[in-house]
């Protein structure tokens, strides 16, 4: 009897699925997580390099949870050159890729790197040629946004900037930029509550709101995990 029962248990013991690991384990989410202070409402204010050509616009950036797909999204409104976008991190290329649409509608393609704070992405115009950079960081303790428009014409190595936007996030001040609350789902600025068995949590988007939602017993075992791992 004991002969046929040890096989039997190696037998369970192979078939017995892993346990699959958490959004936690995912690098893009960790890559993103470098961004967090991307998310919310900005108002901005745009200006040419030679200041003849001033606007306003507005950005709002948000998480968002499809399976295995951790994007951030952002819908840029009266901007000059971009609408609604997708910005992924490609744990393959250790590259960060946005696409954006432009203006009428058209798709583009940015692709490039995190340094010192400072997102830089370059699309290639299969056209013209020419270099599109797009430089993105936040300032002041996450309140304050800012991108630049770059461009390099074929042939040539010099990258000549267009213009700029500054964004103050909503509802914040440069004197108020400290993080009082911690998004459970990402670590981010957690501006929106959220209740689970008569306790509340804080949020930092929409799409974190629903991811939560969705599965409050699975975010807060990776919140729990991820607080573990910074001890």
Not at 77 to 93: I, N, P, Q, T, W
């Amino acid at each position: 009897m004991k002969r046929a029962i040890l096989p039997a248990l190696l037998v369970c013991a192979v078939f017995v699925p892993l346990s699959r690991g958490g959004d936690d384990d995912n690098p893009a989410k960790e890559a993103l997580q470098a961004l967090n202070d991307f998310v919310g409402s900005w108002n901005g204010a745009g200006s040419n390099m030679s200041k003849s050509e001033n606007w306003s616009e507005k950005a709002s950036w948000s998480w968002k949870f499809k399976g295995d797909d951790i994007s951030l999204v952002v819908d840029f409104k009266d901007s000059k050159d971009f609408g609604k976008g997708e910005l992924r991190y490609l744990a393959d290329k250790k590259k960060y890729e946005l696409k954006v649409n432009d203006k009428k509608g058209n798709p583009m393609t940015f692709v490039g790197d995190l340094k010192k704070g400072y997102l830089t992405l370059d699309h290639l115009d299969s056209k013209s040629g020419d270099t599109q950079r797009l430089t993105v960081n936040s300032a002041a303790g996450g309140v304050r946004f800012v991108y630049t428009l770059q461009r390099k014409p074929k042939g040539s190595t010099l990258y000549t900037k267009l213009y700029q936007v500054d964004f103050n996030k909503e509802g914040e001040s440069l004197a108020g930029g400290a993080k009082e609350k911690e998004c459970i789902v990402t670590g981010g600025r957690g501006t929106i509550a959220v209740s689970y068995m008569g306790k509340t949590y804080y949020v930092c988007c929409t799409g974190c709101r629903d991811a939560f939602l969705e599965n409050p017993e699975k975010i807060l075992k990776e919140y729990e995990e991820r607080k573990k791992k910074e001890k």
